[in-house]
């Protein structure tokens, strides 16, 4: 007895040692920003503590048959997953190879490629600030999904630092991964790959709301994928979903929506005034901003909202209606990871960590994706040239540039560069809220690269009754 406590108490003190020296070690390494390296060493060391934890509690084992009357004989338990072949077939850096491999191809990892071949990574963390302390861009609110420390932030604090970082780095292994297993009983609850984002994930354009990947309610490796490629409201929280349940307010705090003689209308507004106060930064007292609601529309993240049916808008005094939230085939009975991160081609390329789908999991239901993708995507290339002509046919209402692109027709100041110039405005003009909901329903369209694959249906029902709204 006397022997096996001196045992334990050996084994606490080596194990603190071991555990101390593997940390200092980690400490002494995480300034080199080489992330992959740092995620190799991390990886090691953790799991090594796994497993020396484990061995170590193995002999722990032997001190507790003392007892000299044997008790009953106890039942079989269910066998467990061979923890060696089981840990190491994953674990090993042969398998991880051909992910590393995957991943340096992907677009999270080289940014998205543009008409001209040249490729744009879209990383944001550092705020900028006007000479007088107050804030000029808030990039923190753009670097939960456009910087590794933003995100892991907003995972684990429900926000980015709103100081935001004077380092950051696009995402990597240790951006999505980077926790432990929450349960080693694999077969029971299923492998969560050490993600830290499996639970269903905020809403951002309504923050009390919560979308989940899982039809069923149940955690899902897509929701990884769903706390990014979702919509955003603008930075400054002015631009919202243009429907009167999302009681969207002006600078001065007057709602946008109003019911006049001539109908529901939806108010542009524009505002110049010494920067505000955003915690923790302190109102401006000689820089000054515009601050509107024209914004960008919705923003080029809509690849999650459309793949669940939500956040397009069925705009009243329509035939055509939109199918219900949640009822696509691509929802119900696909994911994010099954198409984004299949088995790859058998060339080697695309699937698993390219984020470019391979093709493979469509096989199941449709005897050859690619040909009718590519009759769908010209066919939904047709579909929005014509509600794009649509809009551009309301020229009291929307500019058409020479290369086709549509925006707000208003007549704001043009802005000023100067923030200490001290000139102010405060300006609007009333849009039919019809046509606002099909420029967002439009904007939606075209912000989800995937051109209406994420759902079929509910994208051929959104453009028809956006159409028809602008009748
Ligand atoms: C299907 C693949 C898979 C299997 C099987 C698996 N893991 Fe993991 N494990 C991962 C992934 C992916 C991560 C995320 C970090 C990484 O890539 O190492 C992870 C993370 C971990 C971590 C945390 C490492 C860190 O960086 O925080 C530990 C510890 C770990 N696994 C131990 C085990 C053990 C022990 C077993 C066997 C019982 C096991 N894993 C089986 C895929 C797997
Ligand atoms: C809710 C998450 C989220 C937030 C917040 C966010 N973005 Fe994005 N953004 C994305 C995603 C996802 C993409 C990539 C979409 C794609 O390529 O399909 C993207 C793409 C972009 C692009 C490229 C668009 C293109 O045409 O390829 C730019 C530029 C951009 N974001 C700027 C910003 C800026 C600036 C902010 C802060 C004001 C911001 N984003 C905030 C998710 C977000
Ligand atoms: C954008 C998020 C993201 C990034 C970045 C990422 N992973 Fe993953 N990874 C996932 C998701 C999601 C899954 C689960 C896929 C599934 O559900 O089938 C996964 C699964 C895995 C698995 C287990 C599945 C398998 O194929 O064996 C391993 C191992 C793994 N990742 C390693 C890595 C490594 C190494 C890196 C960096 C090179 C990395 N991941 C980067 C999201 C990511
Ligand atoms: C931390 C936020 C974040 C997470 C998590 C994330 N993405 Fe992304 N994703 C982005 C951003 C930002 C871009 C654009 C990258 C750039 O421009 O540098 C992007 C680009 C992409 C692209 C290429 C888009 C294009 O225009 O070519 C695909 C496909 C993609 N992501 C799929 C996924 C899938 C599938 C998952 C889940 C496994 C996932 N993403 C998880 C933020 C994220
Ligand atoms: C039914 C399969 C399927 C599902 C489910 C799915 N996607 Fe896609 N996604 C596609 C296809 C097909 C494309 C078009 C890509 C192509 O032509 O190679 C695409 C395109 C995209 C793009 C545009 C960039 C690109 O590669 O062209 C992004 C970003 C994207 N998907 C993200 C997601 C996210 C995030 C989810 C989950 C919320 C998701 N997808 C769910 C099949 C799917
Ligand atoms: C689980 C079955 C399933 C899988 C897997 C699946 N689809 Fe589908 N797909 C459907 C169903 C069902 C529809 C009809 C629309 C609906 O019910 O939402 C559809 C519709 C489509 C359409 C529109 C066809 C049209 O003309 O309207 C395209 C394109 C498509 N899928 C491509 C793909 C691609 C590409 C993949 C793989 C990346 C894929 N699908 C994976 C079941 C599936």
Redesign the pocket.
């Known amino acids: 007895m006397v022997f096996c406590a001196i045992i334990v108490i050996v084994h606490i003190f080596f194990i603190t040692y071991v555990t101390n020296l593997i940390k200092q070690k980690l400490i002494s390494n995480s300034n080199i920003k080489l992330n992959n390296l740092t995620f190799k060493i991390m990886n090691k060391s953790k799991l090594f503590i796994s497993l020396f934890a484990f061995l170590v509690s193995l002999t722990f084992i032997q001190c507790t048959s003392e007892d000299p009357i044997p008790g009953p004989q106890g039942q079989d338990g269910t066998d467990g997953i061979d923890g060696t072949t089981t840990c190491v077939a994953c674990h090993s850096t042969s398998h991880r190879e051909p992910i590393e491999a995957a991943f340096d191809e992907s ?1 999270h990892n080289l940014g ?1 490629l543009n008409s001209d071949g040249t490729r ?1 990574k ?1 990383i ?1 963390g550092t705020n900028t600030v006007f000479s007088d302390g107050s804030l000029n861009s ?2 923190a ?2 670097s ?3 910087s590794q420390e933003g995100y892991k932030d907003a995972v684990e604090y429900g926000k980015p630092n709103p100081n935001g970082y004077a380092m950051y780095q696009s995402i990597s292994c240790e951006g999505c991964h980077g926790t432990s297993h929450r349960s080693f009983d694999f077969a029971t609850d299923g492998n969560d790959y050490g993600l830290r984002q499996v639970h269903a994930v905020k809403q ?1 354009i309504t923050p009390t709301n919560y979308l989940n990947a899982s039809a069923t309610g149940a955690t899902s490796t897509s929701n990884t994928c769903l ?6 409201p ?2 400054n929280g002015f631009f919202k979903r243009p429907v009167i349940e999302s009681n969207e307010k002006d600078f001065a705090g007057n709602v946008v929506i109003n019911n006049t003689t001539s109908g529901l209308t939806y108010k542009f507004w524009s505002k110049r005034t010494l920067a505000l106060a955003v915690s923790p930064y302190p109102a401006g007292t000689t820089n000054y901003k515009a601050y509107a609601n024209t914004g960008i529309g919705v ?3 809509t ?1 999650g909202d459309l793949w669940m049916g939500i956040t397009g808008i069925d705009i009243e005094g329509t035939t055509t209606h939109l199918p219900a939230a949640k009822t696509g085939a691509h929802y119900k009975f696909a994911s994010c990871t099954s198409c984004h991160m299949d088995t790859p081609k058998t060339d080697g390329s695309k699937g698993s960590h390219t984020f470019d789908v391979s093709f493979n999991s469509c096989k199941a239901c449709h005897t050859n994706p690619e040909s009718l993708l590519t009759t769908f995507d010209s066919e939904f290339d047709t579909k929005l040239e014509e509600l794009r002509l649509a809009l551009s046919a309301k020229t009291a209402y929307f500019n058409t540039s020479s290369s086709g692109k549509i925006s707000i027709k208003t007549t704001f100041p043009a802005s000023i560069s100067s923030s200490t110039n001290t000139t102010t405005w405060d300006v609007s003009t009333e849009f039919p809220l019809k046509y606002v909901q099909a420029y967002w329903n439009y904007k939606m369209l075209l ?4 051109k209406g694959v994420h759902n079929p249906l509910y994208v051929k029902a959104l453009i028809q009754n956006s159409i028809e709204a602008l009748q």
Request: charged fraction near 25%; charge should be negative; aromatic fraction near 10%.
């Open positions: 677009v998205v744009s879209h944001y808030n990039r609110f753009c939960e999904c456009h951002k706390s990014c490629h979702q919509t955003r603008d930075s923003h080029e993240s690849s912000g989800d690269f995937g």
